[in-house]
């Protein structure tokens, strides 16, 4: 498995190494991913290319005509960013003179209009190559190829306003009279500044240009700009009026020392530009002595209009040259940590794969409106719950995973989630990995795969929001079974492995539902086998636990952990492994507090029988404990005749063994089995009879006869004789005791491979030499003499 995803991991890293060099890229340029920048693609694209389309990265990267796809363009294309460039200088200079074109020229000069021509023919042949450029799609993150697409996205954004800017707008005026209303459609064409803003965009998160310097370029351009645009405006105001009342208008009107601007319209453009550039800039700036002013009343209107906004520009840039000043802005921030990253990654010579993950991943804050955690670690610990109770409840309580759960512990799995956010094809879990994550989905798709030998994938599931993954693993520590891969941009909530532990051993009866809701749905899945006996195995070892855990805390005593255990969802009647309760050992132990609490909570005082047929009330009454023996017995409890020691004998076996005739005979009328067999196989019978009393023989002679008799029993078979009676259930101690499994009940034979044949025809299963017997603790029974009368066994296959 492992081979097959180095060796695509290579190919993927060298091809990407060779397109880099071909497109002239260099690790410096900091991408912005988004829907409007069409020269971002990075690692992601080309692998979504890879998987979804079937191309290869070289004719991706060369514009080639794929199978499917037709003819397009790669943004990645060295020409096409060539192009770009090229572009961008024609914007530039269609950006600064358009304004001017619109207040100095009524109608172009000949030698002007052959350049206008050609701008315009520039930018009609860069429509057409936006019908052919792929794109990434802002939700799934993948790149569109395919030319309906590229085509019904242009068309729905920027085509209309980028085909009206091509259009010859001052042939036009001319041809139709020099209408002035159709001067305004020149103003169409300033659509094209969005080319420069996207560059400075670039430039700024390109760290091979120092920040200060991109800024403060960026605030000069913009600052030139808007002086230039008004000092456009002024001149054209001027020039509406018929030049008979030029001096009505403030260039008309103007005098500086002896010179005066009377038949403005006959001096040289460079100097009316000038002067109107001269008189936007002292507007501007609010210094003017008074020289150079508004005459009428529509410059009146836009001089006003003009401060205002002077006002806010004037705002933003001494904001900006404040932040400049100060530093830490969000994206000097973002800058200073790639160079760091670029810096370490060069140290230890990472390779370009996953130079690209860390720009990209580092990328996504910036470029998506999410919660950011960090903005709330100065806050208290309460208002930050109340925020993340707000957030993240409504998705963690429609987790499956937590059906069923109590509102404390989905409480306390909300207070410990992180945001984390991944691209497609991301790969987060990977099959056979140790998982220290548990993540549940607020937003996108995931996809589970397992990776055979070879390289070979098969998809096994969807995961959608509000699933979750990493549970199996954590839960029942084991490898994860299958690799979880990004399929759509996604926002997960993220727990760490401790804190998980830490709740969920708290919350114990949650955690035993957690551990039923994994096994949902997947039982039916022949795929999940596996997984499911681990599933299985992980809850009767957690079962085991619990009722170590409790029954440790009585026997040493400890009612605080106890009382915590049982109110967490520990079950009071939990047995150990020879069968005792904890009412067992807190009434051998004395513990009189222990006793009452167990009561109230719902013990049952004679349902706690243990594998020797020992019952609360005995273990009380052997350990002389007199106010527990007086609990027990008010709350309904009463004595087992047929308990047994650990040497499996009876008090029968006891009373006849001293030939006690009193005691044996009160425990015979009592219903004390005579047919009971010790460890060493004698009976009570075998007892008195080695006792020679012979009124004890005739008493337990005529018993033996009446309990055989009442049973329909014959003397003659040996495992009627015996009198011992088993339960075989036919699945494992461990597994959750379905519905449709029923157990049998069968008087234990003379030999184990007899009582396998028999317990097989009950249970309708075909006989084979794989089977065996074992009890609730997995122990392998050998000889049927270790069965206890009333012993629940099970009959499994041992794999061989």
Not at 35 to 56: A, P, Y
Not at 195 to 214: A, P
Not at 321 to 346: F, Q, W
Not at 536 to 555: C, D, M, P, W
Request: one cysteine or more.
């Amino acid at each position: 498995m492992r081979s097959g995803i180095e060796g695509r991991t290579m190919a993927v890293e060298e091809e990407e190494d060779r397109r880099r060099k071909a497109a002239g890229e260099e690790d410096g340029v900091i991408e912005e991913y988004d829907v409007n920048n069409l020269g971002d693609i990075g690692r992601l694209g080309k692998r979504q290319c890879e998987w979804d389309f079937g191309t290869s990265s070289d004719k991706v990267a060369n514009g080639r005509k794929g199978s499917s796809h037709g003819l397009f363009i790669h943004p990645r294309n060295r020409w096409y960013r060539t192009w770009e460039k090229f572009i961008l200088l024609w914007a530039v200079y269609s950006s600064f003179f358009t304004p001017m074109e619109f207040g100095f020229f009524k109608g172009l000069p000949n030698h002007l209009c052959l350049l206008d021509i050609i701008t315009q023919a520039v930018f009609f042949i860069d429509i057409v190559l936006q019908f052919f450029l792929a794109y990434r799609d802002i939700d799934t993150e993948k790149m569109i190829f395919n030319r309906n697409l590229i085509s019904l996205r242009y068309l729905q954004s920027h085509f209309i306003p980028d085909l009206f800017a091509c259009i010859p707008w001052d042939t036009i005026y001319k041809a139709c009279g020099r209408k002035e209303e159709l001067r305004f459609l020149l103003l169409i064409r300033l659509v094209r500044t969005r080319k420069v803003l996207e560059f400075f965009s670039k430039l700024e998160k390109d760290i091979r240009v120092k920040y200060l310097f991109s800024r403060i370029l960026k605030l000069i351009v913009v600052e030139l700009y808007c002086t230039h645009t008004a000092a456009c405006i002024f001149y054209y105001l001027a020039t509406t009026l018929p030049a008979g009342q030029e001096e009505y208008t403030w260039i008309g009107s103007l005098k500086l020392g002896d010179y005066s601007y009377s038949n403005f319209r006959d001096i040289d453009l460079w100097k009316r530009y000038i002067t109107s550039l001269y008189f936007a800039i002292i507007t501007m700036a609010t210094v003017g002595y008074g020289d150079i002013h508004a005459v009428n009343l529509r410059e009146m209107i836009f001089v006003m209009v003009y401060v205002l906004f002077d006002m806010v520009l004037g705002a933003y840039l001494v904001g900006n040259i404040t932040a400049l000043v100060v530093k830490g802005s969000k994206r000097e921030i973002y800058r200073e940590r790639i160079v760091n990253l670029l810096k370490y990654m060069d140290r230890n010579r990472l390779g370009r794969e996953i130079r690209d993950d860390i720009k990209y991943h580092l990328q996504l804050p910036y470029d998506h409106t999410h919660t950011d955690s960090a903005a709330l670690k100065d806050l208290p610990s309460s208002i930050r719950a109340m925020i993340t109770e707000t957030l993240y409840k409504p998705h963690i309580e429609k987790v499956p995973l937590f059906k069923g759960c109590s509102l404390e512990f989905i409480n306390q799995i909300v207070t410990r989630v992180h945001e984390e956010f991944f691209p497609p094809g991301r790969i987060i879990m990977e099959q056979g990995s140790v998982v220290d994550q548990l993540y549940f989905i607020c937003h996108g798709k995931l996809e589970e795969v397992v990776v055979y030998e070879g390289g070979p994938e098969e998809a096994i599931s969807i995961l959608n929001p509000h699933d979750s993954f990493g549970d199996v693993s954590i839960i029942c520590n084991i490898p994860l079974p299958y690799t979880v891969r990004v399929r759509d941009h996604c926002l997960l909530l993220r727990l760490d492995h401790q804190s998980f532990s830490n709740i969920l051993n708290i919350y114990s009866r949650d955690k035993q539902k957690i551990l039923n809701n994994l096994l949902e749905g997947k039982e039916s899945d022949v795929r999940m086998k596996d997984m499911v006996t681990d599933i299985k195995t992980h809850i009767g070892f957690q079962e085991a636990q619990i009722a170590l855990r409790v029954n440790n805390s009585v026997y040493n005593g400890d009612l605080w952990q106890l009382k915590t255990l049982i109110r967490a969802g520990a079950d009071p009647n939990a047995k150990f492994f020879d069968g005792r309760s904890p009412l067992h050992l807190a009434a051998s132990k004395g513990y009189e507090e222990i006793v009452a609490f167990l009561i109230r909570e719902g013990a049952d005082v004679n349902l706690s029988v243990d594998d020797f047929g020992n019952t609360p009330l005995l273990e009380a009454i052997k350990r002389g404990h007199d106010n527990i023996v007086s609990i027990l017995i008010k709350e309904g409890g009463s004595l087992i005749i047929n308990s047994k020691d650990h040497d499996l004998r009876t008090p029968l076996h006891v009373a006849t063994s001293r030939g006690s005739y009193v005691v044996a005979k009160l425990l015979v009328e009592a219903g004390a089995n005579v047919l009971s067999k010790d460890r060493w196989g004698n009976t009570p019978l075998g007892e008195a009879r080695l006792s020679g009393n012979k009124i004890l023989i005739e008493i337990l002679e005529e018993s033996t006869s009446f309990q055989m008799s009442e049973s329909s029993l014959q003397p003659t078979v040996t495992d009627k004789i015996q009198g011992k009676k088993c339960t075989i259930y036919p699945f494992y101690p461990w597994e959750v005791k379905e519905k449709h499994k029923y157990g049998v009940v069968l008087w234990v034979p003379d030999t184990i491979d007899e009582l396998m044949k028999i317990a097989a025809d009950n249970l309708k299963l075909e006989f084979s030499t794989n089977f065996c017997i074992v009890t609730e603790d997995v122990g392998k029974i050998l000889n049927v003499e270790l069965i206890t009368d009333g012993q629940k066994l099970y009959l499994i296959t041992i794999d061989v």
